[in-house]
């Protein structure tokens, strides 16, 4: 242990010190003794310096529940955990990089990009426990399109969700073009 202590202290010193600059960017950089001293630090040195065959953990585990490590919007550099493509806590992010309005309050018709913001609306505005109220998504077929592309430009290599189209909405609009074509 020892040896592994001073091949650490020796990298750390050595090649370590420009990376001093982006540690003062990487807002999950710590200096402080516990982070030195824990394996995350040894795994991160490793990872970054030792081993050229060592793979970043996509999971962390803690107390049999899993954390993914975050993944970087590529527009504002927001660090959001998300496990490989999962599509809607990306969405939830990139959404705030959009006009889209995807929730709507079932009393009023109030609406918001996050589901939170309308149950602390239900709670203020009306006065009501928002717990048993069922909030509605109410996205549009063009705003699904659009935050499919937010999320792409956010978060490259994300699969795209295929719209779910709505029958009525498809014979609405064929039944338009059967009209306008008399």
């Known amino acids: 242990?020892?040896?592994?202590?001073?091949?650490?202290?020796?990298?750390?010193?050595?090649?370590?010190?420009?990376?001093?600059?982006?540690?003062q960017n990487d807002p999950f950089a710590s200096?402080?003794?516990?982070y030195l001293n824990s394996s995350a630090f040894i795994q991160d040195l490793l990872g970054r310096h030792i081993d050229p065959n060592f793979e970043e953990p996509q999971l962390k585990r803690r107390r049999g529940s899993v954390k993914y490590l975050p993944v970087e919007c590529k527009v504002c550099?927001?660090?959001?955990?998300?496990?490989?493509?999962?599509?809607?806590?990306?969405s939830a992010h990139a959404i705030v990089?959009?006009?889209?309005?995807?929730?709507?309050?079932?009393?009023c018709g109030y609406k918001n990009r996050h589901?939170?913001?309308?149950a602390r609306h239900i709670t203020k505005q009306h006065e009501m426990s928002s717990k048993n109220i069922k909030?509605?998504?109410?996205?549009?077929?063009?705003?699904k399109i659009e935050l499919n592309k937010i999320v792409q430009v956010?978060?490259?290599?994300?699969?795209f969700i295929t719209p779910i189209i709505n029958p009525r909405d498809y014979e609405d609009t064929t039944s338009n073009s059967n009209e306008n074509a008399k």
């Open 1 to 23: 242990m020892f040896q592994i202590q001073q091949a650490i202290d020796h990298q750390f010193k050595t090649e370590c010190q420009s990376a001093g600059d982006e540690a």
């Open 97 to 107: 990089h959009s006009n889209i309005l995807r929730y709507m309050c079932p009393i």
């Open 77 to 90: 550099g927001a660090h959001v955990q998300a496990k490989g493509n999962d599509w809607h806590t990306k």
């Open 31 to 34: 200096t402080s003794t516990d």
């Open 154 to 159: 956010c978060f490259p290599g994300t699969k």
């Open 115 to 118: 589901r939170s913001e309308i």
């Open 135 to 143: 909030i509605p998504d109410a996205i549009t077929m063009e705003d």
